[in-house]
């Protein structure tokens, strides 16, 4: 089993930057060996697919409306996965969830995530 734990949520301005962190831990896990992504959960909305990205880093992939805004990346040594989120919308808030899958690769699809932290808030205020 592996545990995902989300850090650095918080209550910011439009035009802020804020970065999220996902740590993983567990007595089986293989952090490097995981494709990993951001889902978020607006209020009175479904969940929705943000940034994905593979084992090494060296494949991501984004939603539309936060190309160009944010960015996800990993520290394999450190077990951590981040999400550096810039020019934030009020319509950026969320809850905002990362996901671990056994495969390495990418995906937008909840489907494929194995794994799940319980999620943080981000607030963005006009």
């Known amino acids: 089993q592996v545990r995902l734990v989300e850090l650095g949520g918080g209550l910011v301005q439009a035009g802020d930057s804020l970065k999220l962190s996902c740590v993983a831990s567990?007595?089986?896990?293989?952090?490097?060996?995981?494709?990993m992504g951001w889902f978020r959960q607006a209020p009175g909305k479904e969940r929705e697919f943000v940034a994905t990205?593979?084992?090494?880093?060296?494949?991501?992939a984004y939603e539309d409306s936060v190309k160009g805004r944010f960015s996800i990346s990993r520290d394999n040594a450190k077990n951590t996965l981040y999400l550096q989120m810039n020019s934030l919308k009020p319509d950026d808030t969320a809850i905002y969830h990362c996901a671990g899958r056994r495969w390495g690769g990418t995906s937008a699809a909840m489907i494929d995530y194995d794994w799940w932290g319980q999620g943080i808030q981000v607030t963005v205020s006009p």
């Open positions: 990205i593979n084992w090494s880093g060296g494949s991501t």
């Open positions: 567990g007595p089986s896990a293989t952090f490097h060996n995981y494709g």
